[in-house]
């Protein structure tokens, strides 16, 4: 009997639609690397399509097993290269797997780049020229990069408000995918000016003016189509806002939170079990996490308290959550420098062990980190589609 090998097989064999479904359960490496084996499965990665068939294969298979991404992005402070790592089965162990090149065209190595937590496997960064911190957004590189391809664009140049908080230093910004029009936007509040980046238009726009107080956490948290910020709000209260965004829209809208006494700079927002959340780590012996149940209703805050003293052998201090998976597990970055996993139902803590990140030379291992899911999307492409 012949053997497989020995016969004439290719993949036109194949139904077209068996193929996709083979090909959108591969990594971004591997299908790149299909591209040359023959037509016609460059065909099918060449698709228009193909890309967000595959970012929703990859959400959907890796949320089923407990995680909203199998992967994460790590990088060391300060940031000279980001690394996309992937989690072991037994989740108490994370090995770097794949090392990104450093970004060439940081300006200021002191200051390092400014990350958002990614989008559909996009990632948007700034990075500052040296001595020019308090000069704003003005002496600014913005960029916009697909890790997994290592494709990026740099941002156009625009000219800032001439009296707002940039003069001071920050200014609030926030990246996001309008399912309405299909496109990725970055979002600057300048206080009180607001502008939008359009990557399919490449160009920036002034909406109007948005009235706050002062927000507290400079980078966006997204959930259910809009950007989230937290505002201090009224300054005589500890009652702090969350001002949220619709990119579709383009409308904001402000919401309260529940009455948290704590510093408002501890407050970090994230998504958790389907709900807009409030991560609260300013207690000595625990951390709050308030859901809002009913998005928008602010009579549907709960709380959820977990001790963080039963874990020795490393002291927790402001930690910063990085996943929550299905089985009430969250992933914690602590003091900047370890990670560990916290079961909510059983209270325990776990050590995950991070290898491969290194810090430069003469630097501690301080390292920051993000969920991520790699994509295939291309950014020329889409920056070419409105011109």
Same mark, same amino acid.
């Given at each position: ?11 036109d064999s ?6 996709t479904i083979i ?23 060449d698709?228009p ?20 991404s ?20 037994d ?19 002191p ?12 990632l948007?960064?700034?990075a ?9 957004v ?6 916009i ?5 290592r ?5 156009p ?15 609030a910004h ?9 496109d ?12 939008i ?11 109007? +003016?948005v009235?706050?107080t002062?927000?507290?956490? @400079?980078?966006?948290v997204? %959930?259910?189509? =809009? &950007?989230?910020?937290v ?5 005589s209260?500890?009652?702090k ?17 529940p ?16 709900c807009l ?11 709050e ?5 009913e ?5 549907s ?27 009430s ?6 003091n ?18 991070v290898?491969?990140? +290194? ?7 301080? @390292?920051?980190?993000?969920l %991520?899911?790699? =994509? &295939?999307?291309?950014?020329k ?7």
């Open positions: 009997m012949s053997s497989i090998l020995s016969t004439n097989w290719s993949f194949l139904p077209k639609e068996i193929t090909l959108t359960n591969l990594s971004v490496k591997s299908i790149l690397r299909c591209r040359s084996v023959c037509k016609t499965l460059l065909g099918i990665i698709n399509h193909f890309p967000q068939l595959h970012l929703h294969t990859s959400t959907t298979k890796a949320a089923k097993y407990g995680n909203p199998s992967s994460y992005i790590f990088h060391t402070r300060p940031i000279t290269e980001i690394c996309i790592v992937t989690e072991e089965e989740e108490n162990k994370i090995l770097c797997t794949n090392i990104i090149s450093k970004f060439e065209l940081l300006l200021g190595k200051l390092g780049p400014i990350l958002h937590a990614p989008v559909s496997g996009l948007f960064y700034y500052k020229e040296n001595g020019k911190y308090l000069m704003g003005d002496t600014c590189s913005m960029y990069c697909n890790p997994a391809t494709e990026f664009v740099e941002l140049k625009f000219n800032p408000p001439q009296c707002s908080s940039h003069c001071f230093g920050d200014f926030g990246f996001g995918y309008d399912a309405i029009s299909k990725f936007k970055v979002v600057l509040i300048f206080q009180p000016q607001v502008q980046y359009t990557l399919g238009s490449n160009s920036w726009r002034t909406i109007g +003016e009235k706050i002062a927000i507290i956490d @400079f980078t966006s997204n %959930f259910d189509g =809009s &950007l989230h910020w505002d201090r709000g009224h300054l209260t500890f009652k806002n969350i001002l949220s965004f619709n990119l579709s829209s383009e409308e904001f809208r402000v919401f309260g939170t009455t948290l006494i704590c510093r408002p700079e501890s407050l970090q927002l994230m998504a958790m079990g389907g959340s409030i991560f609260d780590p300013f207690f000595d012996n625990h951390i996490v308030w859901m809002m149940k998005y928008g209703v602010e009579e805050w709960t709380k959820i308290c977990f001790s963080t003293v039963c874990f020795t052998g490393l002291q927790i201090f402001m930690p910063k959550a990085i996943s929550v998976g299905k089985n597990v969250i992933k914690l970055l602590v900047s420098s370890a990670l560990v996993s916290y079961n909510i139902e059983t209270g325990s803590f776990t050590s995950v062990e290898d491969g990140i +290194e810090p430069p030379e003469g630097f501690p291992k301080f @390292f920051g980190a993000f %991520f899911v790699e =994509s &295939l999307i291309t950014l492409s889409t920056c070419q589609r409105e011109e």
